[in-house]
Structures are given as structure tokens and as C-alpha cells.
């Protein structure tokens, strides 16, 4: 079946240092892709939708400066959190919309600042 | 608004026994819901849509509009059914999910 596959799958990284998580299709093209942050035990809040060729779109109250989302081509999106701070730890997942019908999940990826 | 509740946080059962989950949505216009299943270490999956009127692993779901609710139900929890299940809303006819907070079910055995 179609795969949506994350790199790291964890990542620490220093406080104020940039971390750029990515996020890809593997075999089926994704003009529209999302990312999601999820707390432990807690529920997938949607950050941005990722739009292939254009500027993502953010949910209300997510730092566009802070979490800086490039889709430059239909099969990779990737999303960068700058300047990180402990704060910003958390799993973060994204999702790929198969041709409007089908949504697929990446596995995640863990987010560690020190 | 568009929001997505689910009122347990954790629901353990012993195998055997019958298991819902619920979800209530609320959402104006013709809602497209989904239940989720989030396993342990695991990627999240679909586990059923509404449209497709399916049963998986043996859970089945209804849409109740008059109710605006979409419970999950197996008659039977297996073990294996344990796991983290999140009941989600799509949001027009983009691939954007609404989800809510997810239920943790426990079965024991």
C-alpha cells in the first residue's frame, strides 16, 4: 500500500539550533500534505497544511516563522522548527492526501530539545 | 466550530466483554468521519470511514446525525485490540483531520 515515511524518527538537538524534520510519499505523487503535532497522551493538533509549489497554510495560532514548511516537490515536504526551545518538544507527524480520497501517515517523529 | 469529543480518555474492558468508543462531532454541513487506531510504537491507521459502511478487525461504526455521533463498537474486545483510537473529522474536501482526544483502550485479559 501507499507509505508516507518520516526522517529522523527521533532527533535531539540544543536549544536555539534549527531541526528540519522531513516528510515523504513514497509512491504516489501528494500535492497537499499536513502536519500535525501531537503531546504525549494527548491528541494530533494540526499545525499547516503543506501545499506543493506554494506557501503552506497555517492554523491559527502556529508560528509561521517558527515552524518554516517547504514542499518543493510532489513526493517531499519538510518541516523545519527554528530556534528550537524545549517547549517545542513534541511528536510531530505528518500526512500525505492520495488524489483527495485517501489520507496516509508518516510514523512519526520525536522531537527532543536539551 | 468544527470539533471532534471524545468523552473517555480510557476505557478497560476485559476480553470478551462488548466495547464503545465514543465520538460526538459537531460540524456544519455534511460530515466525513473516520476512527483511527494508533497502536503501540505504531503510525496511525484507518480503521473505518463512514461512507464505507465497513467492518474491520470486527469494529463497526454508525453515523447518528441526529445524535451528531459516530461510536465505535465491537461486540467482542480481543487482546489485541488494545491500542489508542481517535475518532476524526475531515474538514470539506481537503485531507485536513479534525481529530479528537483520542480514548485509550485497555483489554485485559
Known amino acids: 500500500g501507499a507509505v508516507v515515511s518520516q526522517h529522523p524518527s527521533r532527533v535531539i538537538c540544543k536549544s536555539g539550533t534549527s531541526v528540519k524534520i522531513e516528510c515523504r510519499s513514497l509512491?504516489?505523487?501528494?500535492?497537499?500534505m499536513f502536519w500535525y503535532r501531537q503531546f504525549p497522551k494527548q491528541s494530533l493538533m494540526l499545525m499547516a497544511t503543506s501545499n506543493e509549489g506554494s506557501k503552506a497554510t497555517y492554523e491559527q495560532g502556529v508560528e509561521k516563522d517558527k515552524f518554516l514548511i517547504n514542499h518543493a516537490s510532489l513526493t517531499l515536504s519538510t518541516l523545519t522548527v527554528t530556534s528550537a526551545h524545549p517547549e517545542d518538544s513534541s511528536f510531530y507527524i505528518c500526512?500525505?492526501?492520495?488524489?483527495?480520497?485517501?489520507?496516509?501517515f508518516g510514523e512519526g517523529s520525536w522531537l527532543t530539545v536539551v | 466550530a468544527q470539533r471532534v469529543t471524545q468523552p473517555e480518555k480510557l476505557l478497560s474492558v476485559f476480553k470478551g466483554a462488548p466495547v464503545e468508543l465514543k465520538c460526538n462531532y459537531s460540524y456544519s454541513g455534511s460530515p466525513e468521519l473516520f476512527w483511527y487506531v494508533q497502536y503501540s510504537r505504531q503510525r496511525l491507521q484507518l480503521l473505518l470511514r463512514?461512507?464505507s459502511r465497513e467492518s474491520i478487525k470486527g469494529f463497526t461504526a454508525d453515523l447518528n446525525k441526529g445524535e451528531t455521533s459516530f461510536h465505535l463498537k465491537k461486540p467482542f474486545a480481543q487482546e489485541e485490540d488494545s491500542a489508542m483510537y481517535y475518532c476524526a473529522l475531515r474538514s470539506g474536501n481537503t485531507g485536513k483531520l479534525i481529530f479528537g482526544q483520542g480514548t485509550t483502550l485497555q483489554v485485559k485479559p
Open positions: 500526512s500525505a492526501d492520495r488524489s483527495g480520497n485517501t489520507i496516509y
Open positions: 509512491d504516489f505523487q501528494a500535492t497537499t
Open positions: 463512514h461512507i
